[in-house]
């Protein structure tokens, strides 16, 4: 278990960024009226700060997203838009676009932030838009050869690649085609379809191929359990062994050697359950099957924030699901996980 955070109040739209020494959090209180609150936990000391809470949330709702630079935790959504300076303690503002706030697909490439698709209120885009912190710029991305959704996608080091999803207009539709953008040419390429239309998947880029983990197939009543990869350098598809536990809504880091998932619901979405553990798949050996982590000291949740610290899984956060309503976690823990 991590100490005690100093969060007094129950935080959702929770983001989490890592800058090699600790773990930046950031959220907004549930309570009237709505605050922001930015925190730090430093491994190395067990401790915790209280930091500049930095911009006013607009909302709980609407898709939030945090990234590292190198030296600011850039952050993007209604639940605040802004750089945060650790070495300074100050926040700087960043200029408001539409998809900052909308993007389904988020993807930071070492110079910008990339946004692409998803929507809002029913709407869906096909736009896309990147951020430049150094000149502190937006650019409209050019039309990609995809429709509009809501999506998956990952940066490889080179392509942003972005595979299936779904649109609610006119009609519930999911999608299995794929396409990659290379923001130094700026141009789009198509990539050969998923094996089946699915959306709602986790992407995780592991050096080697994009992997899609979980997600919704087509007329499914829930999420699955199976997971599928794409491989740039050979345009292939495969098919990776199932999770174990048809999950959505968990964390995911991958550690330079294998996928950490955990926390999470499974069963319908009617009718959610906690998995018991969480699970781990190195793609070098475990080849048919993924492996169960220790059970974790948290009771299980959705939607925590998760980093890989290069020796540790740390999460923290998330909503504990309940008959009524969900309740805000304000606790977390640290897995290690064996050397090889």
Known sequence: MLPAAPATEQLGSLVSAWTGSQMLIRGVTWGQPQKAVTLSYTPATGTWRTLAPGPAPQSLEGWNNAVWTGTEMLTFGPGGTGAYN???????????????????????????????????????????????????????????????????GVWTGTEMIIAGGDSPEPAMRAFADAAAYNPVTRTWRKLPPMPEPRYGATALWDGTEALFIGGTLTGARGPTSDAVAFNPAAGQWRRLPGTGYDRREFAAVWTGRQ???????????????????????????NLYQWSALPKAPLRGRSEPVAVWTGRQLIVWGGNIPGAQQDTPATDGAAYQPPSR
């Open 86 to 152: 650790p070495a300074a303690g100050t926040w700087r503002p960043i200029a408001q676009n539409k998809l900052g706030s909308v993007g389904a697909v988020r993807v930071w490439t070492g110079h910008q932030e990339i946004f692409w698709g998803g929507g809002c209120c029913g709407d869906v885009t096909a736009a896309g838009a990147a951020y430049n912190p150094a000149t502190a710029t937006w650019r409209a991305l050019p039309p990609a050869p995809l429709s509009a959704r809501y999506a998956s």
């Open 259 to 285: 996928v950490l998932v955990w926390g999470g619901l499974t069963g319908t979405f009617q009718d959610r359950e906690i998995p018991p553990h969480g699970v781990a798949y190195d793609p070098a050996v």
